[in-house]
């Protein structure tokens, strides 16, 4: 595979994804270099929605296609915003108004553990009956009141208590090394690797 779309706009996951798969001399691709939709969401599980996005992809472009769906998971709030988290305050989306909304739904809580989640799916054609499959997990807790300037999402609001700093304070390496999508990702470069001749 020396080539794959990436089924995502967001530039914050492209980034990421990018760095972690140019050493495999794989050459990424934005979905925005083609001229195709999003892919539709119907979905109630992360994987779900990854192998949708992925499928979609891969049939618009004739290439190998990577699809990740990932989100924000609060105990407290039954595992909310969950696959909802990029559109948690509805329509358009607005990181701002999806972590305002987030606070004020744990205002009044003392237990505000949460976690990331990334499933990423990997087709490498539409119709792959043995897509790669991995995810991987990030805790953490919500603050009321952002901190740090880097990231994306909901970055300045996930505290590590381990590190004192929230996702949004840290370098991008060491975001890439330990975070959900970090995780996942490697998992994902280590199954490529084990199918290169």
Not at 8 to 14: D, E, M, T, V, Y
Not at 81 to 96: F, M, N, Q, W
Not at 128 to 155: K, Q, T
Request: hydrophobic share 35%; glycine share 8%.
């Amino acid at each position: 595979m020396q080539k794959l779309v990436i089924a995502s706009n967001n530039a914050g996951k492209l980034r990421e994804i990018r760095l972690l798969l140019e050493p495999l001399g794989i050459e990424v691709l934005p979905q925005s270099a083609f001229d195709f939709p999003e892919a539709e969401e119907p979905h109630c599980t992360f994987v779900e929605n990854a192998l949708a996005k992925a499928r979609h992809a891969s049939k618009n472009t004739g290439l190998p296609a990577l699809a990740d769906d990932s989100g924000i998971c609060v105990n407290i709030l039954g595992g909310k915003p969950g696959i909802l988290s990029a559109r948690y305050a509805g329509e358009p989306k607005s990181d701002e108004r999806n972590n305002q909304r987030l606070v004020e739904a744990l205002q009044n809580q003392s237990d505000r553990r949460a976690y990331y989640y990334c499933v990423i799916a990997l087709l490498r054609h539409p119709e792959d009956p043995r897509p790669i499959i991995a995810d991987g997990s990030w805790h953490g807790e919500i603050l009321l009141n952002p901190r740090g300037n880097g990231g994306f999402g909901y970055d300045p609001y996930f505290f590590l208590a381990n590190l004192d700093k929230t996702a949004a304070e840290l370098p991008m390496e060491q975001k890439n090394r330990i975070s959900h999508r970090g995780k996942a990702l490697a998992q994902l470069v280590e199954r490529i690797r084990q199918e290169q001749p």
